[in-house]
């Protein structure tokens, strides 16, 4: 894949995030019985770092946990011939709870399919919303996003890739062709 353009910086991502923390604020009017749930792998810091921008802003933390959908994925036949089994352990409660589901990109929805799978396996929440970094369209399955750091129209042929620092060390949304 040949780099085509930078659509964020750091600058624009951190601006983005704030502004998805303040979004999530006012429409649940709070953060009483709020969970935020990263989808491994770059949705987790990106949870981590809503959280923290929540706690700047209402001055208490709202819990952060993680899903590995790998189990919960409706290709595993295609992927694996020996899938192993895990248990799903999403590190906080989520019964009754708001549940706030973190990716960094919305693409087909079936990934956000098999995480809402997950959390459902581990108890019944109040609700489930998501929030992404960047959605670029092309839904195989009718799922939106809550909240929306960015609309990236792109061709299936494109590439969009998040790099985060805690996993990168590098800052930046790309796009690939």
């Known amino acids: 894949m040949e780099f085509k353009t930078l ?11 704030k502004r998805l923390s ?7 009017k709070g ?6 749930i990263g989808i ?4 987790v810091p990106i949870a981590t770092r809503i959280s923290e921008f929540v706690e700047l802003f209402e001055e208490k933390k709202i819990p952060v ?3 590995n959908i790998s189990l919960y994925r409706d290709d595993l036949s295609t992927i694996y011939d ?6 799903t352990d999403l590190g906080v409660d989520v019964k009754d709870k708001i549940v706030i589901l973190v ?8 990934t956000v399919r098999a ?4 959390v459902i396996q581990c108890g019944r929440p109040k609700s489930i919303q998501l929030a992404v970094l960047v959605d670029r369209g092309h839904r195989e399955l009718p799922i939106r996003a809550d909240y929306v750091g960015k609309n990236i129209p792109t061709s299936k042929e494109e590439l969009v890739s998040v790099l985060l620092k805690e996993i990168d060390q590098e800052e930046s949304v790309k796009l690939y062709e």
């Open 31 to 36: 953060i009483d019985d709020i969970v935020l």
């Open 65 to 67: 946990g993680s899903v």
């Open 115 to 118: 995480a809402i799978d997950a």
């Open 82 to 87: 020996q899938p192993v089994v895990k248990s």
């Open 7 to 17: 659509l964020m910086d750091d600058k624009a991502i951190g601006r983005t995030l």
């Open 22 to 28: 303040h979004e999530i604020i006012e429409k649940n």
């Open 103 to 110: 990716d960094d990109v919305l693409y087909t929805g079936r």
């Open 40 to 43: 491994e792998r770059r949705g």
